[in-house]
């Protein structure tokens, strides 16, 4: 059978959460390393693809090709983990404890954003032919990016900050399903429409992930976007990071925890 039902794949995402938990830090560093890189790499080409055909909608909808591959590779994206790892302490697996998860999360933050950021110095290369010219196209854009969602909810203030962390929550909530749906089927093909459709969805919407940010922030400042470090981490990555979190965990790992492993028992017949 090519679909798992939700009481199986619900007992593999704890089951995964675990061995994340487990893998030594070497691994789990390098893992990180590429799913940033990776995913840095298919926001790149959905920003180009906008350009050149004009629809922003097009280039969403080609988006979630970074992920597939990301994930099918079995690298590791901080969303996942904030939503996988918990699970493992809730089930009250042998030797996990929340300094533990705290660690991992750590390291994978690092690991994702060195391999974002050495693809922002890579391709901010590519955009200035070796910092010999201006930005192209594709450059520019990804600098007004930066701009727009750092000083662009700093006008807000307070109305702004919770604008950012309400998008952070709902990126998640999406992204997550995408890491669930590698693990309803056991065909590539299967894997690949279930993890395309949340992913499309929420890059097309225009949500805050956390880690598609720590390429296009850093990157935006390369090519020379009009926002500072501390307008990056204050009013994008850090509320990011946290509604990424609550996102994920409480609307997908938790609801499907609750209701598929640790099931309540049925009401009797009347």
């Not at 901080?78 to 660690?103: E, H, M, N």
């Not at 854009?141 to 900050?161: H, L």
Request: hydrophobic share 55%; proline share 4%.
């Amino acid at each position: 059978m090519s679909y798992l039902l939700p009481s199986e794949f619900a007992t593999k995402m704890v089951d995964a959460g675990e061995a994340k938990l487990y893998m030594s830090t070497r691994d789990a560093l390098i893992r990180a390393y590429m799913a940033g890189a990776i995913l840095a790499i298919a926001a790149v080409f959905a920003v180009t693809i906008t350009v050149q055909t004009g629809y922003p909608i097009v280039g969403a909808a080609l988006f979630p090709v970074g992920f597939c591959i990301l994930y099918l590779m079995g690298f590791d994206l901080l969303t996942g983990v904030f939503v996988l790892t918990p699970l493992a302490r809730f089930d009250r697996r042998p030797g996990i404890t929340w300094p533990r998860i705290l660690k991992h999360w750590g390291v994978v933050f690092a690991g994702n954003f060195a391999g974002a950021l050495t693809v922002a110095f890579l391709m901010a290369i590519v955009f200035t032919y070796g910092f010999s010219t201006e930005p192209d196209k594709v450059g520019q854009i990804i600098g007004d990016i930066g701009e727009g969602r750092t000083v662009g909810y700093k006008e807000f203030g307070v109305g702004g900050m919770a604008t950012i962390f309400i998008r952070g929550v709902l990126c998640n909530w999406m992204v997550s399903l995408g890491v669930v749906g590698a693990m309803i089927s056991t065909t590539v093909s299967g894997k690949v429409i279930a993890m395309w459709m949340p992913i499309m969805l929420f890059f097309a919407m225009g949500f805050e992930h956390s880690v598609v940010n720590m390429f296009l922030f850093p990157s935006g400042l390369i090519m020379g976007g009009n926002f500072s470090i501390m307008d990056y981490l204050l009013w994008n990555e850090i509320p990011v990071v946290l509604g990424n979190l609550i996102g994920g965990l409480s609307l997908t790992g938790l609801t499907l925890y609750t209701t598929h492993v640790r099931t309540a028992p049925q009401r009797a017949l009347s």
